[in-house]
Structure formats: structure tokens, C-alpha cells
């Protein structure tokens, strides 16, 4: 709007009050002006729209480079363990030189459009110098007549410059907005409800009906076939099974980071999709398996959840999360810088973070998915007894594949093939009734004693 009242329109006018005063002069003048105007708009979008297509190339080029180039150090770690610094610095040198020539054929295009318009101003110049010449030799102009149709030549001449610099503008300005416009028009996988229902209150009962879900890069398997599940207010529920059987998919339902194929999840009776996510979301406190962190400080990270939180509300959800003792050792407390993705925490202190993060929300539902899979014995026990007090007076639902975390559950959902394996119960009901939880139980007794068992060799060569 500012770029067609203040720069546009103001150039327009001044165009067609030119065009008439040449046309009070002489036509003739405007008769070799025309031609050239045209000529020169003419050239001037050809040459740009091959000049923003490279241009376009070239960004994705500097895209590609940059996502190398995070890649390469984001993973720093794994990079130089493989001894791959040189590869990666390769790939992103080969996009480097790609880039530079691109750029150098972008100034190259703008080169010969710059020099296309300023040989079609000049030779309309010439002509409008021929044509006065000749009128002036023919005592059909004054020399006061030609010196006005000069000067309303060179207006034009301006003209055309500024609307050069104006279509530049406009051009430079398409691709970001393309980018976002593509953005923008994604749809959304999971959309909120154009009518929405009330948030259910606590208690909350979630209950799951004839659950199916199938990721949309599968068009085969289902992730999830048929699950039935009730969870009573207070109810600590343990959901374990091998890997890729549906557990954390299981999660991801609950938070509608997807919506289930077929079938229903209902909170105290509504369908989760009836329900604004964020109001859904703000219900469930999720610890994921992999502590997302950022470069803030420790309160900070804490503090995500709800970002008016106090002090004290920190502290509390920092000494439930068992993560008080550690923070206060580190040099700066609560206001210590953790780094990228928490960089300077172990996996343990990371996790207990992302668990206080979670905490410091109090919601009626807490969700752990994995949140032991990647960390010590003893971060598992500190983890194991900030569980403990955390499942009071709250809906815990631990997806996990470790026994241990679970065997004191009041419920334990086993998961085989995206299904419900058996029926659900306490521990040593389905130790004795689960076929497939007994397996799960004898293997991890069998890796918990080969372990003990290395470690005692270790210790005895060591001494």
C-alpha cells in the first residue's frame, strides 16, 4: 500500500502530465519515446524474472549449505567420533562454490539489464535530438518549445528509472513472501475444532475406544489396531512392549500430536478433537525420551511450561523432579546457562529438567515416555522416587520398556503389535498370566545379569 501511494502513484502522474505536454509540443517527439518505453519495460521484466529465478536458486543453495553446516555442528560429537569433520566440511564447501557461482551469474544478469536500460535511455536520447533538430531546421518548433520537450523527455527517462527501482523492489520482495504464502497455506494435520466443548475438570478418566491409527507414510500396517483402554483418576499405568508396537504412539494420541485413524479418545466422556489443543495440552504434562532444552538458564527451562511461575513454584518442581540437589552444585544455580539442547548437562540432569519443566505445570495427567530409556542406574533411581511422589492425587501413564520403572503400576497395559496383548493387570498378575510379559521380565533379568556380571569381571581385572 505505502509502496503504490508514495511511489508508484506519484511517478504515474508525473508519466501521463509528460505525455500530454509532449503531445501539446509535437508528436513526433512522443512518436520515438514510446517505442523505447515500451521496449525498455519490456526488457526490464524478461531479464528480471530470469535474474529472481537464480536468484531463488541461490537461496536454496545458502538454505541447503546452512542446514549442513547446523547439521555438522549440532551433532559435533558424532561427527568427530567417525572422523567425518573433513566430509561434512566438504559438502558444505561444494555448496559454497555452487553458491558463488550462482552469484556470480546473478550480478552478471543484473549487469546486462542495467546496461540494456541505460542503451535504451540513450537511444532515445539520440532520437529525441535527431527529431528536435529536424523540427527546429523544418520552423516547426521554437528552441523554448524544444528546450520544454527536453526536459519533459528526461521526466520520462526518470520515470523509467524509478519504476525500475520500484519493480526491483517489488521482485526482491516476492520470494520471501512466496515462502511464507507456501507456509501458510501447509494444512494443518491436526486442526482445532471450529466449535469447541468445555475443558473436562479434574478428576479426569481417560478412555480409549477401538483405536486405530496408521501414519500416513504407511499404507499398510497400523501402527495402532483396535486399542480399548480405561484410565481411572489417580491411576498409575504402566504401558510396555518392544520396540515400534505402538507405545509412544499411544502418547502422542493423548496429545493429539496426531488424531487417531478410527475410533475415539474421550477425557470424563468429550472427544480429545472437541478440544482446543492447547487447552488439552495444558491437561498433560509430557516427559519425552530425549529432554528438549534451551539455550536459556536452568529457571528458564524449568519455568517453559508456565511462565509465570514464581520462584518458589521452580524450587518445588525442581526438588520433585529430584533436580534441586545438582542445581544448586552447578556455578550459578538457577541462573546458570545450560546451552544448546542442555550441553552442559549430563543426560540425567537434562531429564530431571524436562521433568520439573513438566511438574511445574501441575497437570491432572503426567505422561513419562521413555523418560528412563537413556540414563544411568542411579539417575533412574532419583527419576524412580521423583515418581513416586509425583503419581499423588494424578493420572501417571509411563510408556517404558524397562520392568523396573513400572513393577509397583497399579495397572500394566502390555503392547504387541500396535494391540493390547492380554488383559491389563499388576505386576505379578501378568507375571503369571502374560506370556509375553514374562518374556519382557526373563529379558531384562538375563541383560541385568549379564551386565552385573561384566562389570564384576571389569572390577576384579581392575583390582
Given amino acids: 500500500v505505502f509502496i503504490v501511494l508514495f511511489d508508484v502513484l506519484p511517478v504515474l502522474i508525473q508519466t501521463v502530465v509528460a505525455v500530454v505536454a509532449l503531445m501539446a509540443v509535437h508528436l513526433a517527439i512522443l512518436a520515438v ?3 523505447v518505453v515500451v521496449i ?3 526488457l526490464l521484466v524478461w531479464t528480471k524474472k530470469k535474474w529472481h529465478a537464480n536468484r531463488m536458486t541461490r537461496h536454496e543453495i545458502e538454505r541447503e549449505a546452512d542446514c549442513l553446516l547446523f547439521q555438522a ?3 559435533v560429537l558424532t561427527t568427530q567420533s567417525f572422523s567425518q569433520a573433513d566430509r561434512e566440511l566438504g559438502e558444505v564447501r561444494a555448496k559454497h562454490v555452487e553458491d558463488r557461482e550462482r552469484f556470480f551469474r546473478e550480478a552478471a ?7 540494456a536500460a541505460n542503451s535504451m535511455v540513450s537511444t532515445a536520447r539520440i532520437g529525441v535530438i535527431a527529431v528536435c533538430a529536424f523540427l527546429i531546421f523544418a520552423g516547426d518548433l521554437s528552441v523554448g518549445q524544444i528546450v520544454f520537450a527536453s526536459m519533459l523527455s528526461e521526466r520520462l527517462f526518470a520515470a523509467c528509472y524509478q519504476m525500475r527501482h520500484i519493480y526491483d523492489r517489488v521482485t526482491d520482495a516476492i520470494e520471501p513472501v512466496t515462502v511464507l504464502t507456501h507456509l501458510l497455506a501447509e494444512p494443518e494435520t491436526v486442526a482445532d475444532p471450529v466449535e469447541t466443548k468445555p475443558v473436562p475438570k479434574a478428576p479426569l478418566h481417560v478412555e480409549l475406544r477401538d483405536v486405530t491409527y496408521r501414519y500416513p507414510s504407511s499404507s499398510q500396517e497400523n501402527a495402532l489396531s483396535g486399542v480399548d483402554l480405561t484410565i481411572g483418576h489417580g491411576t498409575m499405568v504402566g504401558i510396555v512392549g518392544g520396540s515400534g508396537h505402538g507405545k509412544s504412539t499411544l502418547g502422542k494420541l493423548l496429545l493429539r500430536f496426531d488424531d487417531p485413524t478410527t475410533g475415539r479418545i474421550l477425557l470424563n466422556g468429550t472427544d480429545i478433537r472437541d478440544l482446543r489443543k492447547q487447552d488439552l495440552r495444558r491437561l498433560i504434562g509430557y516427559v519425552p525420551q530425549d529432554a528438549e532444552l534451551y539455550d536459556r538458564t536452568i529457571r528458564d527451562n524449568i519455568r517453559y511450561g508456565c511462565p509465570d511461575a514464581n520462584e518458589a513454584a521452580v524450587v518445588r518442581a525442581a526438588r520433585l523432579a529430584h533436580a534441586d540437589d545438582f542445581i544448586r552444585r552447578i556455578p550459578g544455580g538457577y541462573d546458570a546457562m545450560i546451552g544448546t539442547r542442555g550441553q552442559y548437562l549430563s543426560g540425567g540432569q537434562r531429564q530431571r529438567l524436562s521433568i520439573a519443566r513438566a511438574v511445574i505445570m501441575d497437570p491432572p495427567i503426567l505422561i513419562f515416555d521413555e523418560a528412563t530409556n537413556s540414563v544411568d542406574a542411579e539417575t533412574i533411581a532419583e527419576i524412580k522416587r521423583a515418581m513416586a511422589e509425583l503419581r499423588r ?8 520398556h524397562q520392568i523396573s520403572t513400572i513393577q509397583d503400576a497399579d495397572v500394566i497395559v502390555v503392547m504387541k503389535n500396535g494391540t493390547v496383548y492380554g488383559k491389563p493387570g499388576k505386576h505379578e498378575d501378568l507375571l503369571r498370566h502374560n506370556d509375553v510379559y514374562r518374556g519382557f521380565v526373563r529379558h531384562q533379568q538375563n541383560m541385568d545379569a549379564l551386565l552385573y556380571a561384566s562389570s564384576s569381571v571389569g572390577g576384579s581385572v581392575l583390582s
Avoid: Y
Avoid at 109 to 115: H, Q, T
Avoid at 393 to 400: G, L, Q, W
Fill in 33 to 35: 519515446l514510446v517505442p
Fill in 40 to 42: 525498455f519495460f519490456v
Fill in 73 to 75: 555442528i549440532d551433532r
Fill in 109 to 115: 544478469s543484473g549487469d546486462r539489464s542495467n546496461f
Fill in 393 to 400: 492425587n494424578r493420572t501417571f501413564i509411563v510408556i517404558t
